[in-house]
């Protein structure tokens, strides 16, 4: 399966962007979804997942209650909206594919999209 995430921009902190990760080839609905994010510097950071059927989600601590993760399996698309945007979550967002029901906290997937580019100014 390929993955392409698109979505991202510069927006002002309290801002709010939408990210879309679309899948090709592969059965979409099988797998497990997560988006994750890299800033200048740091380790490859875990944000959120999404389970086959999008009744499983799992957020990393720090983004809870401010993004929110979903899929459309007709449009073999998963989305990332992100609310009261912070500095601190400026990176780069990649969506990733595991062939797991299990909407688990990991960096390690089984498949990888080019990310996209989110700014945040204070």
């Known amino acids: 399966v390929q993955l392409q995430a698109s979505g991202g921009g510069l927006v002002q902190a309290g801002g709010s962007l939408r990210l879309s990760c679309t899948a090709s080839?592969?059965?979409?609905?099988?797998?497990?979804i997560n988006w994750l994010r890299q800033a200048p510097g740091k380790e490859r950071e875990f944000v959120a997942a999404?389970?086959?059927?999008?009744?499983?989600?799992n957020y990393a601590d720090s983004v809870k209650g401010r993004f929110t993760i979903s899929r459309d399996n007709t449009e073999s698309t998963v989305y990332l909206q992100m609310n009261s945007l912070k500095p601190e979550d400026t990176a780069v967002y990649y969506c990733?594919?595991?062939?797991?029901?299990?909407?688990?906290?990991?960096?390690?997937?089984?498949?990888w999209g080019q990310g996209t580019q989110v700014t945040v100014s204070s």
């Open positions: 999404i389970s086959w059927t999008g009744k499983g989600t």
């Open positions: 990733a594919g595991r062939s797991s029901p299990f909407p688990i906290a990991t960096t390690q997937s089984d498949y």
């Open positions: 080839g592969g059965t979409f609905s099988r797998y497990t």
